[in-house]
């Protein structure tokens, strides 16, 4: 292969995992395409719900206001009783946010609505998605990827350093590649649909027959939009009538109700559910994100969540080989990322489970704010902590004032693709400048000043130390004033320097 690349970074693909990637290589400056097979974006809500991690990183890519505008916080669920009467509960524990953890309810804002903010994003940052455009053959060898394109003009090949597949559980990508993908399809069939409807108000997730698994049926107003999104399981065999006078008979038959009343269906589909996860999520110089690499029933509102973490993971890894870190970097996003969609699979078919009986309770373990990567190759303590922030933790929040008297976040400090060093209580040349590191001081003579005590809480850190955050917000480093040598090889290893 020769070394004329077209683009450094090729991906399929442009849902939520893709458009996240896309925006994410765009910020660092690195060359890409991001094609879509679909002639126009999807329109549909499936993935409607936006957990706390991933607004913490909808925050760093400068999107968060936008989607929380465009969305809305979840109603209570009304679960009826066969007499008509009816219970309001809360469908996840109201939790105050805190310094730390300044996102802790889920949003609403329906998948095609968040696309929208992301496609809007990008285009921002100079790039747009290449609709009708589909990968259809690719080889590779030790220098890049060589990918047969199709779309209106006819068939191009392209070469790149590297390509991602983002496209679905269905991945072209993943199949050409022969990598397996175990798992099991889930007994369960269901509709999701966007409709028009009358008879029901929208201050309230309408459900009813809850526990009759033949029979359950469930009604959500969908934020920011004049749409229910209707979901019920179905019989695993034949047709489903998905048309407004099909739905309409559904929805009296399972409510006991004439009232209620489709008028239009937006998007619908009748699937399969399915828990699965790819052997591995890469090949050479090809990787899996999102759907691609593992599929989730959608309880409990992981699926979505997960993918948009997967590329987070990976755009910085892409983006730090690309500039010539060592290749190696690359290997750990497999490490870090397949036991996370392995543990959320467990979650969300349990969560199937209880929805089955009826007794669906969603706590902490849906936000993903404990996700971490201790085990990682990028996770170093000198000397090993028995407390407080520990190396692959997600980096907590904290407000500080600048020396200058105004107030700042740490996420504020974190924003953008670099890495960030924190010093408590240090001397600032106690290590050197580098390029795409960001060093504040924070402590009675730094530039930073922790008056709340709020970020020695979070971080329990003691003087001298020093604490380094991932370009993904988590902690690759804590070391003490006596170990800044470890720091500076561990920082030139991730091609810090």
């Avoid at 993935?47 to 760093?60: A, C, M, S, V």
């Avoid at 008509?84 to 105050?96: C, K, L, Q, Y």
């Avoid at 690309?322 to 467990?346: H, K, N, Q, W």
């Amino acid at each position: 292969m020769t070394n004329q690349f077209t683009a450094d970074v090729l991906i399929c693909g442009a849902g939520a995992a893709g458009l996240t990637l896309a925006i994410d290589l765009a910020r660092r400056g690195v060359s890409f395409r991001l094609i879509e097979k679909m002639d126009r974006p999807f329109h549909g809500s499936r993935g409607k719900g936006i957990q706390p991690r991933t607004q913490e990183i909808f925050e760093d890519l400068g999107i968060l206001d936008r989607i929380v505008a465009a969305g809305g916080l979840y109603p209570p669920q009304r679960v009826y009783r066969d007499d008509g009467s009816f219970t309001d509960s809360e469908v996840a524990e109201h939790i105050a946010p805190t310094p730390a953890e300044p996102y802790h309810m889920a949003l609403m804002i329906p998948q095609f609505l968040t696309e929208a903010v992301m496609r809007e994003r990008l285009l921002e940052l100079g790039h747009r998605v290449e609709f009708g455009c589909e990968l259809v053959g690719l080889a590779q060898d030790q220098d890049g990827v060589t990918a047969r394109l199709s779309g209106a003009a006819g068939e191009e090949t392209i070469q790149v350093r590297y390509l991602v597949g983002a496209d679905g559980g269905r991945s072209f990508v993943r199949h050409v590649l022969d990598i397996g993908f175990p798992g099991k399809t889930l007994g369960v069939r269901a509709v999701v649909a966007d409709i028009v409807l009358t008879g029901l108000d929208r201050t309230a997730w309408h459900r009813f027959n809850d526990g009759a698994t033949d029979r359950q049926l469930a009604l959500c107003p969908l934020a920011g939009t004049e749409f229910f999104q209707l979901q019920a399981p179905v019989p695993r065999e034949g047709e489903v009538d998905l048309s407004a006078e099909g739905l309409s008979a559904m929805v009296t038959d399972r409510t006991g109700r004439d009232d209620i009343r489709v008028h239009a269906v937006h998007w619908a589909s009748a699937y399969q559910m399915n828990a699965r996860l790819a052997d591995r999520y890469s090949d050479g110089r090809v990787f899996l994100v999102g759907d691609a690499a593992h599929i989730h029933p959608p309880t409990g509102g992981q699926g979505l969540n997960t993918s948009v973490q997967d590329a987070y993971n990976l755009g910085w890894k892409l983006a730090s080989v690309i500039s010539g870190a060592s290749a190696t970097l690359l290997d750990t996003y497999e490490r870090e990322r397949r036991p996370v969609a392995a543990s959320m699979l467990g979650l969300a078919t349990g969560l199937l489970e209880a929805a089955k009986r009826g007794d669906i309770r969603r706590g902490r373990e849906v936000q993903q704010l404990d996700i971490g990567y201790p085990g990682s190759p990028l996770a170093l303590e000198k000397p090993e902590r028995v407390a407080g922030v520990l190396a692959g933790d997600r980096a907590p929040d904290a407000p500080l004032h600048g020396a200058g008297g105004q107030p700042t976040r740490l996420f504020e400090l974190f924003k953008g693709p670099h890495w960030t060093l924190l010093g408590y209580q240090v001397k600032r040349d106690a290590v050197p400048a580098r390029a795409g590191l960001h060093i504040h001081c924070i402590g009675p003579d730094g530039e930073l000043i922790d008056d709340s005590r709020h970020f020695h809480g979070a971080y329990a850190v003691s003087s001298g130390d020093w604490v380094l955050v991932r370009p993904d917000g988590y902690v690759g480093a804590v070391v003490s004033a006596q170990q800044t040598e470890a720091l500076m090889r561990f920082l030139a290893e991730q091609g810090v320097v």
